[in-house]
Nanobody, 132 residues
Framework: QVQLVESGGGLVQPGGSLTLSCAASGFRFANYDFNNYAMSWYRQAPGKERELVATISGGGSNTNYVDSVKGRFTISRDNAKNTVYLQMNSLKPEDTAVYYC????????????????????WGQGTQVTVSS
């Protein structure tokens, strides 16, 4: 049973920074290669649909961001630790949401996954609140 555990959320003032982490565990099938698993961060604010924030290919070389976070957020991963990170700088009140990490088998280290239905595993979510 694959599990994703997020950490690092909390309350921060506008302009502040947070780093979210998501550790994957429980891989039991033979010949899995974490380099072939894309990972993403999604977020959902109250009354809004879940949106893709950032995504990263299995090998870590290809990333994508929603326009509203470009230049402020950075997604990265450490495959030796089966972990993905989201560094969030210059946070704004509109970044307030529950942040979820997601894991999906892309079959390649080179391309991220861009659609929710492509992800097989989801974390439980961590709350990020940006407020003064």
């Amino acid at each position: 049973q694959v599990q994703l555990v997020e950490s690092g959320g909390g309350l921060v003032q506008p302009g502040g920074s947070l780093t979210l982490s998501c550790a994957a565990s429980g891989f039991r099938f033979a010949n899995y290669d974490f380099n072939n698993y894309a990972m993403s961060w999604y977020r959902q604010a109250p009354g809004k649909e879940r949106e893709l924030v950032a995504t990263i290919s299995g090998g870590g070389s290809n990333t994508n961001y929603v326009d509203s976070v470009k230049g402020r957020f950075t997604i990265s991963r450490d495959n030796a630790k089966n972990t993905v990170y989201l560094q969030m700088n210059s946070l704004k009140p509109e970044d307030t949401a529950v942040y979820y990490c997601a894991l999906g088998n892309s079959g390649t280290p080179y391309y991220p996954l861009l659609r929710q239905y492509e992800y097989d595993y989801w974390g439980q979510g961590t709350q990020v609140t940006v407020s003064s």
